[in-house]
Structure formats: C-alpha cells, structure tokens
C-alpha cells in the first residue's frame, strides 16, 4: 500500500451513501476526518463507529460555513454532499426546487474551495475531491440538476488551470447510479428510468 501524504480530511456529506464510504476509508487509514453534515444524530452514531470529528452543519448556510470552517486545515476535501431535487423536469420545478439544488450541489461546494484551498497553497499540500455526476457531462432529463453538477464540471476543470502552479490536486469523480438512499429518493421516480 503506497503511503498517503495527507493526515486529515474534510468529507462533507458524511454518514450516508458514498460520504459514509469514504469517511470509512479514510478512517481506516489513520486520517483524520471532519465529517459535516445536517443531522447530528447520525453523525454522532458515525463519529462513534468510525473515530471522525462531528461537525454539523448546514452547507447552505453560507455565513455558519464561513464561520465554522474558516481556518480549518485539512489537506483534503471531498466535496460529496449534494441533492438531487433538481430531478424535476424545469418547467415544472417549484421556485425552491431549483435554489435548493443548485446552492446545495454548486454554490456550497465553490463557498468549500473559497474556504480551505488558501490553507492547502499556503502549505503547499492538498487535494479537493468533487462529486460530480455523469447528469453532468451528458443530458439525463434533469436540467437543474445536470445544470449543477455541470457548474461543477466546469469549476474543476478551471480550478486545475488556477492551481497549476501549486501541489494542489483536483479530482471529478462522475457516478452513473449509486444505490444510496439519493438513489432512492431521487432516481427511482424518473418516468424515463422506470422504461430501462
Ligand atoms: N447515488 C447516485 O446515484 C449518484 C449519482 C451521481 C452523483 N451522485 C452524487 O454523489 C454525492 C453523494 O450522493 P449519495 O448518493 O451518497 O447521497 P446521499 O446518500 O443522499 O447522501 C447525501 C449526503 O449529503 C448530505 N447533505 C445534503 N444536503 C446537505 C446540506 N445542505 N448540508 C450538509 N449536508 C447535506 C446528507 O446529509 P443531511 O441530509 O443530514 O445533511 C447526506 O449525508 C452527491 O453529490 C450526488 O449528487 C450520486
């Protein structure tokens, strides 16, 4: 096993789903891991099976995550938390539908970078880590929602280009369907996905 350079991480998105599968992971690897997210309950449950930092936190709300976050070094951030409300067809989105989708799966997530890439290039180490979606990079009937993870699309293809000069490292990762319970709520009422 190579060694990992980094000792702690910032996974937001943490106690379900791909985040619970990567705070688990990194855990495993002796980092130390922030894990954010809505329900503290939960988070607690995972704070005690898995030894990561609680942090509870609505990434949304964008004053609490400058307040929280600010200063925080961690040499790793995977961006994971998203929502796929946006799933219902534009025309028909509610006005919430589409400022909850695209504050929660782009806004937030250019809000982390703001926040704790200055850390990384100030030491000279890091890596930020998106969950993006194939929504993303080809048309699946869902126009907020691809329209937000395209945002991130382009964002880390610019933010590679910003940070050249720098040690830091940019991931996309782009998932097809992942049965989480984003999977559930979100993916399986698609009219189109029930014809497949
Ligand atoms: N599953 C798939 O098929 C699939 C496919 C492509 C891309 N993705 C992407 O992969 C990422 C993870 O998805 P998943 O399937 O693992 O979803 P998931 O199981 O529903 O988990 C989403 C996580 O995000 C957190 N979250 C949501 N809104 C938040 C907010 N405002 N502030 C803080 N935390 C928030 C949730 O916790 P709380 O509700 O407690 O805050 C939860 O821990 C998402 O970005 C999603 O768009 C998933």
Redo the contacts with the bound molecule.
């Keep these: 096993m190579p060694q990992i350079p980094y000792k702690t991480a910032l996974v ?8 619970l599968s990567v705070v688990k992971a990194l855990t495993e690897q002796g980092i130390t891991v922030y894990a ?4 503290a309950d ?1 988070l607690n449950s995972l704070a005690k099976q898995t030894g990561a930092i609680p942090m509870v ?4 709300d964008t004053d609490e995550l400058y307040q929280q976050l600010t200063g925080l070094d961690v040499d790793i951030l995977v961006s ?5 409300v946006g799933s219902t067809p534009l025309h028909k989105a509610s006005r919430e539908e589409v400022t909850t989708a695209m504050n ?2 782009l806004l ?1 997530a250019m809000h982390l970078i703001n926040i704790i890439a200055p850390g990384m290039v100030a030491r000279s180490k890091g890596h930020i880590i998106h ?5 993303g990079l080809y048309p699946l009937f869902s126009s907020v929602y691809g329209a937000s ?1 395209g945002g991130i699309h382009m964002m880390c293809q610019n933010l590679r280009l910003e940070l050249k000069a720098t040690p830091i490292r940019c991931t996309e990762i782009c ?9 559930e ?1 979100h ?1 399986k009422p698609l009219r189109w996905f029930r014809k497949l």
Excluded at 12 to 19: H, L, N, R, V
Excluded at 57 to 60: F, G, K, S, V, Y
Excluded at 175 to 183: K, L
């Design positions: 937001t998105g943490a106690y379900s789903g791909i985040g954010l997210a809505r329900r939960r936190l609505d990434i949304c994971n938390a998203g929502l796929g929660t799966n937030a969950l993006g979606s194939i929504a993870k998932p097809g369907r992942v049965e989480t319970e984003f999977f709520k993916t």
